[in-house]
């Protein structure tokens, strides 16, 4: 058996999401002629950490690791600021929302151990995003990649008081996400 497949998130307000599903809708309706897994808006999230899979006994160390992470960390604001996309010839091609927030770098920190040279720690950066599309056709997704890019999102301001630790089901329509555990910042609880 592989486990539960987890990862450790930042979720975002009620305002954000619905802001964000609006900018996605446009987008939508525009390419609806492509081949886009378009998030949907119950799943949008900051990654904090992706886990894999995990046994029991691992979950219980990564959910000790996100509330020792959540106990030193006090609530702050964040920006969903920005477009982007990670385009590769192989693989994952994702159009994405930037964030601005630096807690959230050392929110990150907290679930890796201290990169033992310069090399592991460029290789460890964290580079937070709000992932809104996957591409199923990149090579005729040209155009919308760079509608994307050259789009003005509105910056969107929210507060962020927790982690939430979800379990990932890959199921034919998509994978779903389950609250595995929430975890309130230090104050926020």
Request: proline share 4%.
């Amino acid at each position: 058996m592989k486990g539960r497949r987890i990862f450790a998130a930042i979720d975002i307000s009620d305002e954000a999401r619905r802001r964000v599903t609006e900018y996605v809708s446009g987008l939508r309706r525009e390419f609806s002629h492509l081949r886009v897994g378009w998030e949907r808006p119950e799943k949008l999230h900051i990654t904090v950490k992706f886990a894999g899979y995990l046994s029991d006994d691992e979950l219980r160390d990564f959910v000790a690791t996100a509330t020792n992470a959540a106990k030193t960390c006090r609530s702050f604001d964040a920006a969903i600021a920005g477009t982007g996309a990670f385009v590769k010839r192989r693989g994952s091609n994702v159009l994405w929302l930037g964030l601005d927030a630096e807690p959230l770098a050392t929110l990150a920190a907290a679930f890796d151990p201290t990169p033992k040279s310069e090399n592991e720690r460029t290789k460890r950066s964290f580079d937070p995003h709000l992932t809104i599309a996957r591409l199923r056709e990149p090579e005729k997704s040209g155009e919308l990649i760079d509608r994307h890019l050259a789009s003005d999102f509105q910056t969107i301001r929210f507060r962020v008081s927790g982690i939430v630790i979800y379990e990932s089901t890959l199921l034919p329509t998509g994978s779903l996400y389950t609250a595995v555990s929430r975890l309130p910042f230090a104050e926020a609880g």
